[in-house]
Each structure stands twice: as C-alpha cells, then as structure tokens.
C-alpha cells in the first residue's frame, strides 16, 4: 500500500530533550516536507527537501533540522525541544514540487 | 513571498444547505497550483483537489465543485446539499511552479448539523 508513515504517532517530553520524529514514503517520490499544525494558523511549512541531500527552510524552521540521505527517509530533529514546539506535526511527500502531497497520519508532540 | 487567506474561520449550516468556502491567493509566479485539502475530526488530511494556474474551468465532482477565478485570485469550493459528513476543516493551499514552498491558509471549520 502506497503510504506515508510518521513515528511515533504521540510523544510527551520534556524540554532540551532531543528527539527525532521518522517519516518514510514508499512511492518513490522525490519531495518530501515536514509541517506542523496549531489551532488558529493552518499548516506551516517546515523544510522540505526537493530531492536527495537537497532541503530547504521553509515558513517556520527554527528550532528544527532535517536530513534527506535516502529518497524515501525524512526525519525531522529537534535537538532542543522547547514548549513552542508542542505541536501536531505532518509529513507529507509528492512526486515533484508541484503535485499533490500525499501526508503522513501526523504525530502529536507535547514538549514540557 | 505567497500566501493564502480563508476569510471564513467557522461556518455552520444546517444539512442539505449549500455552503461556499472562501480561499484567495496571493503571489507573484504566473505558474503555479491550488489544492483544497480535507481535514476530517479523524485527523488525517484528504486531498480533495489541484488546478493549476492555466486552467481557469470550472470542476465538478458529486456534490462539489470549485470555481478558480484568476482575475480575482480566488479559488473558492462549494459543497451542494452539505452532509453531516461534510463536517470538517478545510484547507486551500498554493505551491508555486519549480519550488519546495507550499502555502497554506489556516483553514475553514465547517459544521454542518442534522
């Protein structure tokens, strides 16, 4: 089944605690993103990476880091969780920058 | 810079209304796509659409449709004979032609009550 999975799905931590949510796409795609979510401010792009080794900021990165050394790998890190950060965070994957993003089921993340 | 505005924070109606949500767009590339995203109460988000900027038709699906004004860069969605189903945010979001950004509005809470 053509998926974007994201773990975990729910993480409570506390702050300054680094942690890494994983996503994997198994479509072959060549764009992967990372949003997050909060009450009030839709979805707010992260990074997004357009190919292999090539990402991106994107609207809101700080705070974040991201590496893409394999197509169908896009962790997002957070090597200093801050309560700010608590958030609902999506990933989402497309063929190309221009299509459509298939998303992940997101992971709820609460930062103490 | 690009962004996209969903004038209507909250709307409720009562089933088997029409409903319309609101999405203009700004941005200064002469190629690039719309989406309208579904977020239902189960969290997951649904595409429901994408058009780019060059195909100004009008589309219908069941009871949805679209109408992509690029004179007035909106891009608004009509639900006709809403549902209880229908409940959900609704998000319009632009991404510009040979690039990673992808813009979305902060989203349409649609209610609709039996």
């Known amino acids: 089944e053509a998926q974007v999975t994201q773990n975990p799905r729910y993480l409570i931590t506390v702050t300054g605690k680094k942690l890494t949510v994983t996503c994997s796409q198994n479509m072959n795609h060549e764009y992967m993103s990372w949003y997050r979510q909060d009450p009030g401010l839709g979805l707010r792009q992260i990074y997004y990476s357009m190919n292999v080794e090539v990402t991106d900021k994107g609207d809101v990165p700080e705070g974040y880091k991201v590496s893409r050394k394999e197509k169908r790998n896009f962790p997002l890190i957070l090597e200093s969780p801050s309560p700010n950060q608590t958030s609902l965070y999506f990933c989402?994957?497309?063929?190309?920058?221009?299509?459509?993003?298939?998303f992940g089921p997101g992971t709820r993340l609460t930062v103490l | 810079a690009q962004k996209v505005t969903q004038a209507q924070t909250e709307i409720s109606v009562v089933e088997k209304e029409d409903v319309t949500l609101d999405c203009v767009y700004e941005?200064?590339?002469?190629?690039?796509?719309l989406f309208w995203y579904k977020q239902p109460p189960s969290g997951e988000l649904v595409f429901l659409i994408r058009r780019n900027s060059f195909d100004e038709q009008n589309e219908i699906s069941g009871r949805y449709s679209w109408n992509f004004q690029k004179s007035t860069s909106s891009f608004n969605f009509t639900i006709t004979a809403s549902q209880v189903v229908d409940s959900a945010v609704y998000f319009c979001?632009?991404?510009?032609?040979?690039?990673?950004?992808?813009?979305f509005g902060d989203g349409t809470t649609l209610t609709v009550k039996p």
């Open positions: 989402a994957s497309s063929p190309w920058g221009t299509d459509t993003q298939y």
């Open positions: 979001a632009l991404r510009a032609t040979n690039a990673g950004k992808s813009t």
């Open positions: 941005t200064r590339d002469t190629t690039y796509y």
